[in-house]
């Protein structure tokens, strides 16, 4: 199985702040990773697909980068809005598999 | 508007058996793939099955194989979760997740149900 790592797990940042998340995946996904913010007690949100296409909707602050193993998922420009936790997933091979999930937090 | 709406969680004792629906309404079922995701209290997201726009495709996590059984009835835009010899590690929200691409073979999830509670104790 392909094994996703995110980092950090946990990360503090104030409104306005850049933050990346990053997720490494154990081989290849090639471009097939997307990215999903979750709130407590609520469903996740698709945010990117293929690595760093943006679902309809999603604000452009959100972007996704990389390909292969490695890859990124920034905010340029923090909102209130966006305190969750962030989920990588792969989906290039069964089973798909998620990344642990990034908790992002108002410093 | 496309929803997808679970039932069927509630209190079963280890070894029991339950199952999950998902109604689904506001775009053409039959055109895409679905998949049960699940979250235990607390923990992360991970996939549970997946099933081809068709039914003829299913896929499971390890973790579940053998024991679940992922299946949809197109004429009535419902998918399905079987689950038998649950476990208490099974305990979690279960979610049904619509693929974001009619017809792929890519699983990533665009729309998500509200999640129903399945919990194993006895």
């Known amino acids: 199985d392909i094994q996703m790592t995110q980092s950090p797990s946990t990360l503090s940042a104030s409104v306005g702040d850049r933050v990346t998340i990053t997720c490494r995946a154990t081989q290849s996904v090639s471009k097939w990773l997307a990215w999903y913010q979750q709130k407590p007690g609520k469903a996740p949100i698709l945010l990117i697909y293929?690595?760093?296409t943006l679902q309809t909707g999603v604000p452009s602050r959100f972007s996704g980068s990389g390909s292969g193993t490695e890859f990124t998922l920034t905010i340029s420009s923090l909102q209130p809005d966006d305190f969750a936790t962030y989920y990588c997933?792969?989906?290039?091979?069964?089973?798909?598999?998620f990344g642990q999930g990034s908790r992002l937090d108002i410093k | 508007e496309v929803q997808v709406v679970e039932s069927g969680g509630g209190l079963v004792q280890p070894g029991g058996s339950l199952r999950l629906s998902c109604a689904a309404s506001g775009f053409t079922f039959s055109n895409y793939g679905m998949s049960w995701v699940r979250q235990a209290p607390g923990k992360g997201l991970e996939w549970v099955s997946v099933?081809?726009?068709?039914?003829?495709?299913?896929y499971y996590a390890d973790s579940v194989k053998g024991r679940f059984t992922i299946s949809r009835d197109n004429s009535k835009n419902m998918l399905y979760l079987q689950m038998n010899s649950l476990r208490v590690d099974d305990t979690a929200v279960y979610y049904c997740?619509?693929?974001?691409?009619?017809?792929?073979?890519?699983?990533?999830?665009?729309?998500w149900g509200q999640g129903t509670l399945v919990t194993v104790s006895s």
């Open positions: 997740a619509k693929d974001l691409r009619v017809n792929s073979g890519y699983h990533n999830f665009d729309y």
């Open positions: 997933q792969q989906y290039d091979t069964y089973p798909i598999t």
């Open positions: 099933i081809s726009n068709g039914g003829g495709g299913t």
């Open positions: 293929q690595a760093s």
